[in-house]
């Protein structure tokens, strides 16, 4: 090969990263720019099949959930595979009076049982929670209810553990909720599995909507 080859070549390799870093970076802004404006929502950002390749970066991730707002947001985009679902639910505090405009963040496994596009998990748990693929940041509105549409997630490949959705509920600055929204119609929710779930207090219910339109309702109530 030819000196003058090399240099294409070489400008490919040392530059076309940080290029790419630089064009990502300055999708995120704009994105980020569009939910100030209210030019977009959250919810047709995160269905927006074009985003997927950014789902997982930090700074897109902090751009989303900045702008959480109360009101139903959709995960997925038309063409993730999937039985589709609503999740509606109600957090309230142990006497039972709703709390209102409590940031919430839930993500999940595909239909596959999968976080990430190519397996099962990200960097195994903390990966997962940083990173999923499928997630989303909202608020608890006036009367302390949130709802969102997704595709109902599968317990991970080679294992025994339910579907779940992971969620969180940041209270205040030092303090959240955590836990998990199962299926009581889940086929892996039995037995042992089924009294470990009730164990570690996490959150069953029954499908309230129809096999074609599934909707599951959780109440939730944080301790003091």
Not at 198 to 222: A, C, H, M, R, W
Request: proline share 7%; with cysteine.
């Amino acid at each position: 090969m030819k000196i003058k080859n090399l240099i294409p070549l070489f400008f490919l390799i040392h530059f076309a990263g940080p290029a790419i870093c630089q064009q990502t970076s300055e999708l995120v802004k704009s994105i980020g720019a569009q939910l100030a404006k209210n030019e977009t929502t959250v919810s047709k950002v995160l269905s927006d099949p074009s985003y997927l390749s950014i789902h997982s970066l930090t700074s897109f991730r902090e751009v989303i959930e900045q702008n959480a707002k109360p009101g139903r947001i959709k995960l997925n985009s038309g063409n993730e595979p999937g039985t589709g679902i609503t999740v509606k639910g109600i957090v309230t505090d142990k006497p039972g009076k709703p709390l209102a405009d409590k940031l919430v963040y839930v993500y999940q496994t595909s239909s596959e049982g999968w976080y990430s596009d190519t397996a099962p998990h990200i960097l195994q748990r903390e990966g997962d929670r940083r990173h999923a693929r499928l997630f989303g940041y909202f608020k608890t509105d006036p009367n302390g209810k949130f709802e969102f549409n997704t595709v109902k997630p599968k317990g991970y490949p080679n294992s025994t553990l339910p579907a779940h959705i992971h969620i969180e509920i940041y209270l205040d600055e030092d303090k959240s909720f955590i836990s998990e929204l199962q299926f009581d119609d889940d086929p892996r929710l039995t037995g042992d599995i089924r009294k470990r779930s009730v164990k570690e207090k996490y959150l069953v219910v029954k499908n309230s909507g129809t096999d074609n339109d599934p909707l599951y309702f959780y109440t939730i109530q944080v301790p003091d």
